[in-house]
């Protein structure tokens, strides 16, 4: 089984709830790392103009890129639920390694704080939730409900199986487990 996200693009406004909600939530600290960002685009020209808004975490990709560049083995993929996380006492830090993880990700995700021999962190789809039977914590915090997560396979059979939208592509070898519902925006 693969856990995923789904992302509703129609829906969502930008409003950083879920990004709040996960650096509260996980104890991120005020600074650089943010386990969950929000990234915008505009197009257009006035009087016809759009917006649309993308949710950038860690997408638990079926065959992550990150995993293997990692050169002391501190990232890992869950066999039950294929959740990547990451060992952050195995972590050699951002000043020790050239964080080739960051570089290996297709969407720049990994994370490293502002700290002294920062390790890399990143969305973990809040095990601890998952552990009592809960969502994670942005999905319960997305006032519009544009978020949802589950087995990718029930959520491609709820919400289609469509895996592109405006500001984010597939990566056909990390294999990213999101769906989407994309917004059409102006070209």
């Not at 560049?69 to 066999?79: D, E, F, H, L, W």
Request: proline residues 7%.
């Amino acid at each position: 089984m693969q856990i995923g996200f789904y992302f509703d693009q129609t829906r969502c406004t930008g409003c950083y709830a879920c990004v709040i909600a996960c650096k509260d939530w996980n104890d991120v600290p005020a600074g650089p790392a943010s386990w969950s960002r929000i990234t915008t685009t505009e197009k257009g020209k006035f009087p016809e103009v759009s917006v649309t808004h993308f949710l950038a975490t860690c997408y638990h990709c079926a065959s992550p890129d990150c995993l293997p560049a990692c050169p002391v083995g501190a990232i890992s993929k869950r066999a039950e639920d294929g959740i990547v996380v990451v060992d952050r006492e195995a972590c050699l830090g951002n000043e020790a390694c050239d964080m080739p993880c960051l570089e290996a990700c297709p969407y720049n995700l990994p994370q490293f704080g502002a700290e002294e021999s920062a390790k890399m962190q990143k969305c973990d789809l809040c095990l601890s939730r998952w552990e009592e039977k809960k969502k994670p914590i942005c999905v319960d915090a997305c006032p519009v409900r544009a978020l949802d997560a589950g087995p990718i396979d029930e959520l491609a059979a709820r919400y289609g199986d469509v895996r592109e939208a405006e500001s984010f592509a597939y990566s056909a070898t990390a294999r990213p487990s999101i769906i989407c519902k994309p917004k059409n925006l102006l070209r």
